[in-house]
T-cell receptor, first 112, second 112 residues
């Protein structure tokens, strides 16, 4: 059974710091991996999609990498800002029914 | 372009009642999926529909049902509501299965 784990569960950093969020999955047979941002009580905002044939994707201050062989993905956020405070969710397209399988998320707090 | 729209945004129901949640996908998207997210957890897969056919179903009781209409919009129905059904219900649309998913803002269901 495919499982997705995100470490750490919560992270608090001062503004301007570079940080890394981690995501691991148990079965390397995945299609794609997607990172989302969720603000309290809101829906999910797509940040980056990494297709199974890709190793990384970049968007602005965000960079996500994918290593299928080791079952890991990282989301790197450069020069963090208070507006980056949110929960970050990692999800893989690996369900037998074409569904997304999510981790529990990392709650990020960036202090001014 | 309009994103994924869900209605209503919030509702309160009494135990034993029935509820219908609605989702309109992004124009041109043929796949709609439903997820349940309880506080502090990642979203859990409920249903996926593609081209009006059910493609997958998560580990939810038969009280949960869904359908997709010819215009690709979708409804999620939950019968005999329990307190444990209180959650944020998220709808996601994508062009087809295993492609990038875009989420709506969710429907917050409270069962009292």
């Amino acid at each position: 059974k495919q499982e997705v784990t995100q470490i750490p569960a919560a992270l608090s950093v001062p503004e301007g710091e570079n940080l890394v969020l981690n995501c691991s999955f148990t079965d390397s047979a995945i299609y794609n991996l997607q990172w989302f941002r969720q603000d309290p009580g809101k829906g999910l905002t797509s940040l980056l999609l990494i297709q199974s044939s890709q190793r990384e994707q970049t968007s602005g201050r965000l960079n996500a990498s994918l290593d299928k062989s080791s079952g890991r993905s990282t989301l790197y956020i450069a020069a963090s800002q208070p507006g980056d405070s949110a929960t970050y969710l990692c999800a893989i397209y690996g369900g037998s029914q074409g569904n997304l399988i999510f981790g529990k998320g990392t709650k990020l707090s960036v202090k001014p | 372009d309009a994103g994924v729209t869900q209605s209503p945004t919030h509702l309160i129901k009494t135990r034993g009642q029935q509820v219908t949640l609605r989702c309109s996908p992004i124009s041109g998207h043929k796949s709609v999926s439903w997820y349940q997210q309880v506080l502090g957890q990642g979203p859990q897969f409920i249903f996926q529909y593609y081209e009006k056919e059910e493609r997958g179903r998560g580990n939810f009781p038969d009280r949960f049902s869904a359908r997709q209409f010819p215009n690709y919009s979708s409804e999620l129905n939950v019968n005999a509501l329990l307190l444990g059904d209180s959650a944020l219900y998220l709808c996601a649309s994508s062009p087809w299965v295993n492609t990038e998913a875009f989420f709506g803002q969710g429907t917050r269901l409270t069962v009292v």
